[in-house]
């Protein structure tokens, strides 16, 4: 039998997870559909896949949006979020090593 391919540290690290922004407790609570994106790196334009969401037809106070920025230290991530979202969004950065592991 092959033994299991160990882990490497960055998938048992803490992932230095931080909530950069998030909605009130009650819009949260309210939604039905979350949907998330995320990203990995310095650049962070997201403006086509945000856009995307806007387009879709289920009801806005049924919908949050997670963005989860990939990115080793350095300062907090900015994102321009559509206003129409802004409310409705949580922003997280973390160190996941790559956008699948942050998935």
Excluded: F, K, W, Y
């Amino acid at each position: 039998m092959i033994p299991p391919r160990p882990r490497d540290a960055v998938e048992l690290g803490t992932r230095d997870l931080q909530v950069v922004s998030r909605p009130r407790q009650c819009i949260i609570d309210a939604a039905s559909v979350a949907v998330a994106v995320t990203s990995h790196g310095a650049h962070h334009d997201l403006s086509r896949c945000l856009a995307s969401v806007l387009q879709q037809s289920i009801e806005r106070d049924r919908l949050v949006v997670v963005v989860l920025i990939d990115q080793v230290g350095g300062e907090p991530p900015i994102v321009e979020v559509p206003l129409e979202l802004a409310e409705r969004t949580v922003l997280l950065s973390a160190n996941c090593g790559s956008p699948a592991r942050a998935r």
